[in-house]
C-alpha cells in the first residue's frame, strides 16, 4: 500500500469534476523519508505523541521493536548502527522517554558509533514559556552537548531534509549520536502529496571515503620501516570500517605483529600467528613503533603512558578519521588521518618492494610468550570446580563459542567481562560486543536484541549477575520477538564477589551483595523462555549447547563461586583510595 493511499485525501468538488488533492502528512513523510534511506528498522517505546507513529511504521512495512525501556532501545539502536554502518534509530516519547534514551545516545557518541534518537516533543510555544505541558523539556537544549549534531523540525515540508541531515551527521566523518526533535503537532501537519515526496532527500554517499596525504603515507612507511620492534593495535574503529581484508592484508603483508582491542578481537582470528594477544604487556612494554588503527590512546590504553608501556621510547603512527584525536595524549609522530579502508590501502600499495618484515628476535620473543601464557592458561580453563570459578565456566564457553564462529558474543560485568574478553577466542570481525569506552553496564540485552535482529545469527550473552540486572526485563522483548538469544548470568551473589559483609554487623548486606541463590532462570520461564540452572561446567556446557540449538531464548543461571572475584575485575586500581578507611 502505498503511504499517499493511507493519509487523508480530500476529494474538493468532485461533482463539478475538478481534480482531487492527494494529501500526505508528517507521520508519513518521516516513515518515507527513512525507508528512502534504507532506514527499515526502530527500535521504541511508544506512548504521546509517537504510538501511532510506531502504529504506521509497522503499517508501511517497517520491523518496529518494542522494549520496555528506552536505554535498552538506544543501546540497541546503537550497536545496529556499530553492526550496519547505518544510523541505528531508537524512537521515544517525550520528557522521561527521551531522558531514558539520552544515556545511550551519549554512550554511541562516545564509543563512535551511528546512532538517531527521534523523540516526540511538546509544542515550542508552551515549552519556551514554560506553562507545564505533558511531559514538556527543552529537549534540544538538553541533548546538544551529548551527541554530535541535534536537529528539530518544525515543518512538515522541512521533515525530509530533518532526516537527511541527522544521518549524514550520524555517519560521516566519526561516527557518532544525533538527536531529532519532532513535535507532535508536526505529525499531524498536511501537506500536497506530490510536493511531500518531492521534498524528501535521498542521502548520496552518506559516509564519503578520506583519502590520506600521500606524505603522510610515506611518514608512517618511515617510522614502520626503522622500526625494530613495531606493533599494530587494532580498536573497534577498524571493525566498525568493514575494511577486514585490507586490515588482514596489511598486517600479513608487514609481518608486525597485533593487538586487538576488545571489539576488534576476531578481525583476524585470535590463533592468528601473528597476534600478540596473550603476550599484551609484553608487546606494549617492549615496542618501539606503534600504529593505532581506529583505537583511540585513551584509559583503555593508559594514554599511552605509565607502567603498562615501559620505559622503552615509542613513536606512535595514528589512522584515525577524526584529525582532532591526534595527539590528544602524546605526540603522534605519523598522524594518517582518513577512512580505514583507504588509509590501510595507502600502506599496503607503499610497501610494495622492498618491504622487510622486522626483526625475527621481535616476533619470535612475542610468539614465545603467546605460546607460554597460553599453555599456562589451558589446565585451568579445564577445571570442573563446583561451585564453578570463571576459569571453568568460561573454558567451556570459549568452547563453545570456537565451535560456533558466526554466533555473536555479547559480554558485561566485572570479572565476567574480564575474564571472558582474554579467555574467549574470537574468530571473525564484529563477534564481540561489550561494555565499549565507558565500560558500561546495561547494555547486554539491548545489544543482543540487535544483534540478533540485524545479522540473523544466534547470539551468546555472558553476564555478570549485577550487569544482567540493569537491562534483565528485556527478556520478555526476547521471548516476544522469539530471538535466538542464550544469556548465560555469572550468578557470584553481587558486584564483584557475592561475599562483602556489612562491618557495622546490622541487617542490610553489604552494598555490593544481593540476594542469595537468585534464580534469574525462572525470569525466563516467567515469559516463555526456557530456564536452566547450572552448578558444574558439564552442565553449563550442556545447558548452552542445548539452547544454542534450540535458537530459541533461554536463560541459564551459572552458580558461580561466590569469592572468585576481585574487586572492579582488572581494573581495580582506578578506585580512589581512602587514607581514613583503609588503614
Ligand atoms: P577501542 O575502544 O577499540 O580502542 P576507540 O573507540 O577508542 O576504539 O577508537 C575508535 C576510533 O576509530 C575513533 O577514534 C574513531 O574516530 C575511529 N574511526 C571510526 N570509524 C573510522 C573509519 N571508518 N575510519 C577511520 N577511523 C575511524
Ligand atoms: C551504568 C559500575 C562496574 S562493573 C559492575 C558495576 C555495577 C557490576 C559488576 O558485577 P557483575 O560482575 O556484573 O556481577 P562480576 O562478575 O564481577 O561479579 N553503573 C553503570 N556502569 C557501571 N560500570 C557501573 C555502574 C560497575
Ligand atoms: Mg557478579
Redesign the pocket.
Known sequence: MSTTATAQSIDENLDEGTESQELTDGFHLIIDALKLNDINTIYNVPGIPITDLGRYMQAEGLRVLSFRHEQHAGYAAAIAGYLTKKPGVCLTVSAPGFLNGLTALAHATT??FPMILISGSSEREVVDLMQGDYEEMDQLAIAKPLCKAAYRVLHAEDIGTGIARAIRSAVSG??GGVYLDLPAQLMGQTMDAAAGAKSLIKVIDP?PR?LPAPEAVDRALDVLKSAKRPLI?L???????Q?DDEIRALVEKSGIPYLP????KGLLPDTHPQSAGPARSLALKESDAVMLI???L?W??SHGKGKAWGTQPKKFIQ????PK?MDSNLEIVAPLV????S?VSALLAGMDGDWKAPPSEWTEAIKAKVETNVSRMAPRLQNNNVPMDFHGALGVLRTIIGERPDAILVNEGANTLDFARSIIDMSKPRKRLDV??WGVMGIGMGQAIAAAVETGHPVLAIEGDSAFGFSGMEIETICRYKLPICVVVFNNGGIYRGTDVNPTGGDDVAPTVFVKDARYDKMMEAFGGKGYYATSPDELKQAVNEAMDSGKPALVNAVIDENAGTESGRIGNLNPQSVVAKK
Not at 582491542?261 to 576488534?264: T, W
Open positions: 564509543n563512535c566519526r561516527p559516509a578520506q593495535i580498536g573497534k574503529g577498524a571493525a566498525y570500517a575494511a582491542m576488545s571489539m576488534a581506529g583505537a583511540r585513551n583503555l590504553l589512522i584515525d578519521i577524526e584525536e582518513g577512512d580505514i579502508g588509509c565499549g569506552t
